[in-house]
Every structure is written in structure tokens, then in C-alpha cells.
């Protein structure tokens, strides 16, 4: 069954951390680009950071360099977004997705239009405010 379930959302001050997790079921991780992406109210879906399948590069949003790091754990198929110095500006829902074409041949340059991805978790709601 594919499927990618997101948890670890929440309300947090400006400044503070989360931590958010994306279980993926009926992938093999390293075969297939992964991404984060959010959509605030009123806003179209965006790209967050993203990874080529085999690591070979990563995209991040201007909005997050130096903020938020995406992470992938082969062994559990589980992908992460560590998010730090949150702002208001970061409140949204975030959602994991996953491109469902498996190589070879592997995309060498990570992508992270909406567009580019085909399956997608439910997301989980993150909030900053003070």
C-alpha cells in the first residue's frame, strides 16, 4: 500500500524547534525523490526543501536556508524536516510527497515543484505565534 503518513506538527513561539516525520509505506526510499512543502491559508502550495533519490542533490526555499534541514533514514523509510528559529511566517500545513516514478535512471538535480510530485501525506499543521 503507498502511503506517507506526517506527524510531529504544533504550536511553538518564534525562535523554537520542531521536529516533523514523514513514514512512507510502499516505497523504497532510495529509489525516489522526496520532498517537504507547506500551504498557508489564502496561498498556493510551495516547495519547502527537497531530495534527489539518490542524495545526489538537495533544493531548499530561500524563505528556510539555514532554518530547516531535510533528512532521510533508509532503514525506518522515514523522511524529516528539522525546523529551527521558527517565525510567524512558517505557519502552515506541511505536507511530505513523493514522486512514484522509480529509476534507474536517477534525476541528478533535486526538483521541488508541486507538479513534479505524485503522492502525498495527509499534513500536519504547524503554528508559530507568541
Known amino acids: 500500500q503507498l502511503r506517507l503518513v506526517e506527524s510531529g506538527g504544533g504550536s511553538v513561539q518564534p525562535g523554537g524547534s520542531l521536529r516533523l516525520s514523514c513514514e512512507v509505506s510502499g516505497f523504497i526510499l532510495k529509489d525516489h525523490e522526496i520532498g517537504w512543502f507547506r500551504q498557508a491559508p489564502g496561498k498556493e502550495r510551495e516547495g519547502v526543501s527537497c531530495?534527489?533519490?539518490?542524495?545526489?542533490?538537495?533544493w531548499r526555499s530561500n524563505a528556510v536556508l539555514g532554518r530547516f534541514t531535510l533528512s532521510r533514514d533508509d532503514a525506518k523509510n522515514v523522511v524529516y524536516l528539522q525546523m529551527n528559529d521558527l517565525i510567524p511566517e512558517d505557519s502552515a500545513i506541511y505536507y511530505c510527497?513523493?514522486?512514484?516514478?522509480?529509476?534507474?535512471?536517477?534525476?541528478?538535480?533535486?526538483?521541488?515543484?508541486?507538479?513534479?510530485?505524485?503522492?502525498w501525506g495527509q499534513g500536519t499543521q504547524v503554528t508559530v505565534s507568541s
Open positions: 510527497a513523493i514522486n512514484s516514478r522509480r529509476g534507474p535512471p536517477f534525476r541528478a538535480n533535486a526538483r521541488c515543484g508541486v507538479n513534479d510530485y505524485d503522492t
Open positions: 531530495l534527489a533519490a539518490r542524495r545526489t542533490s538537495a
